[in-house]
């Protein structure tokens, strides 16, 4: 339910009366409906019934059971999957299903899971403290994921633990090989854990003369702090997301790069034109389910689309866009290598060069991946666009 101001509320019954809570949610889940109350008493078998019926716990116990309680959820979701596994590929014996059709199982099943998971709640007061026994202080992780609060709210327990990882990534960092630097993210900015993408704009040659670059979609900023390095006397890093802006604004501040790097809000392009243009768009078409997804799946190749109608009249003479694409989506049946060579040819673009690099991260070489198939496959490559 929603209030006069907009902010969804959940509503339960506790000691005979009526309560009510701000109802918090990054992933962008609607207030659950139906919210019993829950503590230590409550056993998983009994927890697993009511949220699968979408039946929402609202904690009242000790905060550590709470996570124990969690974990015994997780192991029924992932039991449940499994099984769900070995009957589909039983199925999948007798008519094999596409790679599309495998994708769009997957991401169900993701979705699934995350919502059956998010049914454990979690009470908060207007300073982001948790009112249960043995909870941790969680304060500063709060407040950096959501900043100030003016009332007390009711948040899952499983984006909880989103925030306090969160929370400690971007206090330790992601060492970047091509900065011999950590890039600290922030809530909901994308890390750059895959680097392949970074080592693609560290090696390749830049274009003759470059003295100017905008780094479009520039989240933490770490492809920007790596023009700079790499010599580049302006880089305008643009985001129409306000955290991703502080986030590499205190990445761009912290690496001492604040003289060549500019983040600047805007929808892809800022004003004027550049030697180089650089695109790192979410790799993969589809309906985003959380804010932090927005870095990977990208409704209808909007943003790809976008960048690619746009680069030409951003690019000064002899100048070139780079585009940091991987061709997952080629393997998955979501997008043709035909397809973006035909949005390249109708904005007017022609491709200088390519350069490829393969992944290096786990799921690249996991047999066990639902995507296996595809992932085993997939190549990161630059394509270094010009002006026809």
């Known amino acids: 339910m929603n209030t006069p101001d907009g902010a969804a509320r959940i509503h339960w019954i506790e000691h005979g009366e009526e309560r009510s809570a701000r109802w918090r949610s990054e992933s962008g889940w609607p207030a659950p409906k139906k919210v019993v109350l829950a503590d230590d ?19 009242r116990g000790d905060f550590q059971n709470a996570r124990q ?14 099984r769900n596994k070995r009957a589909a590929k ?20 993701q979705l699934q899971r995350a919502r059956t998971l998010a049914m454990l709640l979690i009470p908060f007061e207007a300073d982001h403290g948790i009112p249960l026994r043995r909870a941790p202080d969680v304060r500063e992780a709060c407040m950096e994921a959501y900043g100030p609060a003016d009332e007390p709210y009711v948040a899952s327990l499983r984006e909880l633990l989103g925030v306090i990882g969160a929370h400690e990534w971007r206090r330790k960092g992601v060492f970047i090989p091509a900065l011999d630097e950590r890039i600290h993210p922030w809530y909901g900015v994308f890390s750059p854990v895959r680097g392949e993408y970074v080592e693609l704009v ?6 003759p003369g470059a003295a100017m670059a905008f780094d479009i979609g520039t989240g933490t900023g770490v492809l920007s702090a790596v023009l700079a390095r790499r010599g580049l006397q302006g880089v305008l890093a643009t985001d129409m997301d306000e955290r991703a802006l502080g986030c590499a604004r205190a990445n761009i501040d912290r690496l001492g790069l604040s003289s060549q790097v500019e983040p600047v809000k805007a929808d892809l392009f800022p004003q004027g034109r ?26 209808d190749s909007r943003m790809l ?37 035909s949005w390249i040819n109708d904005a007017g673009l022609a491709v200088a060069g390519r350069h490829d690099i ?29 002006a026809k």
């Open 274 to 299: 550049a030697n180089l243009v650089v695109c790192n768009p979410p790799w993969l078409p589809g309906k985003p389910s959380s804010a932090i997804e927005y870095a990977v799946y990208d409704p």
């Open 305 to 341: 689309k976008g960048f690619l109608a746009g680069l030409k009249d951003h690019l000064l003479d002899g100048g070139e866009g780079w585009l940091i694409v991987s061709d997952l989506a080629e393997h998955l049946g979501l997008r043709s290598r035909e397809q973006l060579l």
């Open 90 to 109: 039983a199925k999948a014996a007798k008519a094999a299903p596409t790679p599309t059709e495998l994708f769009h199982r997957h991401r169900l099943a």
């Open 358 to 386: 393969r992944p290096t991260h786990p799921k690249a070489s996991d047999p066990d991946d639902p995507l296996a198939q595809a992932r085993m496959r997939e190549v990161t490559s630059l394509w270094r666009l010009k």
């Open 69 to 82: 309680l969690l974990q015994a959820l997780v192991r029924r979701v992932d039991g449940k999957s499994e």
């Open 202 to 207: 560290a090696q390749v040659p830049l274009p």
């Open 41 to 59: 008493t409550m056993n998983a078998d009994t927890a697993w019934r009511l949220a699968l019926d979408g039946t929402a716990l609202l904690w």
